[in-house]
């Protein structure tokens, strides 16, 4: 038999998990089934006593995830076009449930027969090596597969093909001079990204009140707001990743958030568990050193940042007060931690202004929706058509917010506290600058990020925060 009709009779296997999909279904499936209905841990304790065919059939029967909605490699794919290009048949042959893959070849239509687990059989390692003996012979397949279990496979197969190696595959495909396919392997950076560490500038707003009270010297409120600043950006980091895996399928049909380590398939779910784990013991531990109501002001945020994600973000414009009144929360649980006491002012200051920039954040979305303007945002309570009145809200947000400094300035309060009250003045119209410019860049398509984490990168913004920030020191020194 020649080379192009042996090749056309022996068919080009495929590994699904971290090989033709950057993720591992049973992990993704398990833990966003858990995330969404927590009630189900001990339920899914007695699947996996009752073996891991078991579990992972009864993960896939409850995990939403369509055929569509998994992180596929594109050289993979590719590869698998080339073969069908070549008359070679492709088989699907994966340890995943049926319902999986079935879901997963039908979505690519590019497999000629799919070999999946049952209740009785996990078809992985020795037990996918001794079906495609059976059915193909020994030597007579070629494979695709990532990991050690796929050692057994290597080994039986005519041809193997390696793609994004754990060690021991990777170590196995140098010493039989395999084809590596793809060699990316999880980097500590995509680690740091799902993190999201440049939302802790977030958490800035928790010096607020040490700050308006003139307490910048005092060391032990200092070494406070800066365990409280720490406490809750490692809390945040966790909520976000709960976030990320709870919203995995909405993320990687959206054109930018696809690309985050987790929905991409960069970092794996159960390395990205665990470092929410981490975190949440991390931000437990400095919480533990500041007072009981720094405390309840970082269970309230737990309660309301969780109650978000499962909810409130796919409530109509409970999204953006909720959005508005924890970027409050943080200030007053700066308050909290170091025990100042709390403006009026400042909390309604507060509310208008977070609220504005909330609403940009729902404007922007609703800008990028590309179905028309009866579509709706997905995983959001909003349709294309909500646009202009999110935009109306939003500008009346940020005029209300410079009103309300405004008020504060000329009150008996500001009187009191800062010898020069005149100069605070400016701030009224540099707040007004630095949110309608905001909405201004919105309305031109030109805002993409975080409208928060946008004021702290773009550099007007931030000349405009430290000419605020002097002319609040200013006013507050008795020079003149």
């Known amino acids: 038999m020649d080379a192009i009709s042996e090749k056309r009779h022996m068919p080009l296997c495929i590994d699904l998990d971290g090989t033709l999909i950057a993720t591992d279904s049973l992990w993704e499936g398990l833990v966003s089934v858990l995330v969404r209905r927590p009630w189900l841990f001990f339920a899914a304790i007695l699947w996996a006593m009752s073996g891991k065919s078991v579990l992972k059939r009864e993960v896939a029967a409850r995990l939403a995830h369509q055929g569509a909605d998994w992180p596929y490699r594109d ?37 000629d027969r799919v070999l999946h687990s049952t209740d009785t059989e996990n078809l992985t390692s020795a037990r996918k090596r001794d079906r495609l003996v059976s059915l193909c012979g020994d030597g007579g397949f070629d494979y ?18 390696i793609v994004a190696p754990d060690s021991a595959a990777r170590k196995w495909g140098a010493s039989h001079k ?10 500590r950076l995509a680690v740091f990204k799902s993190i999201r560490v ?30 409280a600043f720490f406490s809750f950006s490692f809390l945040a980091s966790a909520v976000y990743i709960v976030n990320d895996i709870s919203d995995l399928a909405n993320d990687r049909q959206h054109p930018r958030k696809r690309l985050r380590p987790l929905a991409s398939g960069a970092v794996s779910v159960p390395v990205i568990s665990t470092v929410a ?50 970027y409050t929360l943080r200030i007053i649980a700066g308050a909290a931690a170091t025990m100042t006491e709390l403006s009026f002012w400042l909390l309604a200051f507060s509310i208008f202004f977070f609220l504005s920039l909330a609403l940009v954040k729902r ?18 309570g909003y349709v294309g058509f909500d646009k202009d009145m999110i935009g109306q809200a939003g500008v009346a ?16 309060e500001v009187a009191s506290m800062y010898p020069q009250p005149w100069m605070l003045w400016p701030l009224c119209p540099l707040i007004l600058y630095m949110l309608l410019r905001i909405w201004i860049l919105a309305r031109r398509s030109q805002m993409h990020d975080d409208p928060v984490v ?27």
């Open 277 to 326: 784990v981490a975190l949440l013991a991390a931000s437990v531990g400095l919480a533990s050193l500041l007072p009981p109501l720094f405390w309840a002001a970082l269970v309230l945020y737990a309660f309301v940042t969780t109650a978000y994600t499962f909810v409130l973000k796919r409530k109509l414009l409970v999204d953006v007060f909720t959005l508005a009144g924890l």
């Open 178 to 187: 395999a084809e590596f396919l793809s060699l990316t392997p999880t980097s």
């Open 363 to 380: 404007y922007v979305e609703l800008d990028e929706i590309a179905d028309g303007e009866g579509a709706w945002l997905k995983g959001r």
């Open 144 to 161: 695709v597969g990532n990991s050690r279990d796929d050692i057994a496979v290597f080994d039986a197969a005519r041809r193997s093909i």
């Open 454 to 480: 946008f004021i702290m990168r773009d550099w007007r913004s931030q000349v405009t925060t430290f000419v605020g920030a002097g002319l609040v020191i200013f006013a507050s020194l008795n020079v003149w």
């Open 397 to 412: 947000s940020a005029f209300s917010a410079a009103m309300v400094l405004a008020l504060y300035v000329d009150s008996s």
């Open 198 to 227: 440049h939302q802790w500038l977030k958490n800035v707003l928790i010096a607020v009140p040490l700050v308006l009270n003139h307490e910048f010297a005092n060391a032990e409120l200092v070494l406070a707001v800066l365990a």
């Open 75 to 111: 050289e993979v794919i590719a590869r698998i076009r080339q073969a069908r290009a070549e008359g070679q048949p492709v088989w699907l042959v994966t340890g995943a449930a049926e319902s999986t893959a079935q879901a997963i070849a039908t979505h690519l239509g590019l497999f």
